[in-house]
């Protein structure tokens, strides 16, 4: 049963007002309604808000508006969301970093009214642009790196503690096919959205990383490998049981899962990958979806090695 319409628009009113996140919507370079989020954010509520102001009142500049409204022109034509780093300015006349993300209410209209949601991410910026944050960092999802992943699980290698150490490699399963969907953008999109659901998945002594193209790696301390596979079973029904969305377009992964425990066989980080690796590769043979262990008895790095880069290679092929 639909709602009245004055009803519906008193909700509108509330969910916009009591929403911690800054939003509004646009029309014709003009903000429409404004929740008080916003309002605080470019300190305008002793001015009377925003609603009815230009968006480029929010602007440093004319050329700075005209890019914008550019690249929001271009996104939504092309059934795609808008999401960026902007710069901006509050009524103070004070400039911040603000991410913006804005997509059409209605795709069939995409110059009609846009939603905006708007964060200040100033300090975050700047605690990326670091040195040692750029050096340990994958600078798309802004998880770990494969360098910081080895330097932590060489620490763990060379220590010898007595604490048991597991290791997750996650790999989604034909991601040729999501960039096909997706788009460059819907592919590196959904490279952030996977890595934020696996972040979301595990302790805050955990390690994610993401090693290379679609490939996550996990570090675990303290962790056997029995409470490893549950945790790689929950990642594989988490990413399969929710749709990657971008603009228009949307589409179900899945996931292939290595995990292993560290032996007192294994000595370099190169190792533990190319086992995980294989492991992965097993999962893939297997139909994707689903979780391998990889063994340490009798393994042959250089073997393991091998097989996985043929598995990887036979994939794209048929992707």
């Known amino acids: 049963m639909s709602l009245p319409n004055s009803d519906a628009g008193d909700r509108l009113h509330a969910l916009m007002q009591l929403c911690p996140t800054a939003c509004a919507f646009v029309r014709d370079a003009h903000f429409e309604s404004v929740g008080e989020p916003l309002d605080l954010l470019f300190a305008k509520v002793e001015s009377g808000g925003l609603a009815g102001q230009a968006t480029r ?81 994958d600078p798309l999802t802004e998880l770990a790196n494969r360098r910081e992943f080895d330097r932590r699980l060489s620490d763990h290698l060379s220590l010898r503690r007595r604490q048991p150490v597991s290791v997750l490699m996650i790999n989604i399963d034909h991601f040729a096919e999501v960039n096909r969907t997706l788009g460059e953008d819907g592919g ?105 262990v990889a063994g340490w008895e009798d393994f042959d790095a250089d073997a393991a090695a091998l097989a996985a880069e043929a598995a990887e290679a036979a994939e794209a092929g048929s992707a």
């Open 57 to 137: 009142s929010v602007m440093v500049s004319d050329a700075a508006h005209a890019s914008l409204r550019e690249h929001l022109a271009t996104a939504f034509a092309a059934g795609q969301p808008f999401d960026g780093e902007v710069e901006m300015v509050r009524g103070d006349g004070s400039r911040f970093w603000g991410r913006l993300r804005a997509a059409p209410v209605r795709w069939d209209d995409s110059a009609g009214v846009a939603l905006w949601f708007v964060e200040d991410v100033t300090k975050a910026r700047q605690h990326r642009l670091q040195p040692y944050w750029q050096s340990s960092h």
């Open 188 to 292: 590196d999109h959904a490279l952030q959205t996977l890595g934020a659901r696996v972040l979301s998945k595990v302790r805050a002594s955990d390690l994610v990383a993401r090693l290379h193209a679609d490939c996550y790696g996990v570090l675990l301390p303290d962790c056997e490998l029995h409470y490893a596979l549950l945790l790689a079973d929950k990642l594989c029904e988490e990413v399969s049981r929710q749709r990657l969305r971008f603009g228009v377009k949307n589409l179900r992964v899945t996931a292939s899962i290595g995990a292993t425990q560290l032996g007192d066989q294994v000595r370099e980080p190169q190792a533990v990958i190319d086992a995980c690796a294989l492991a992965v590769a097993q999962a893939k043979v297997a139909g994707g979806n689903t979780v391998r």
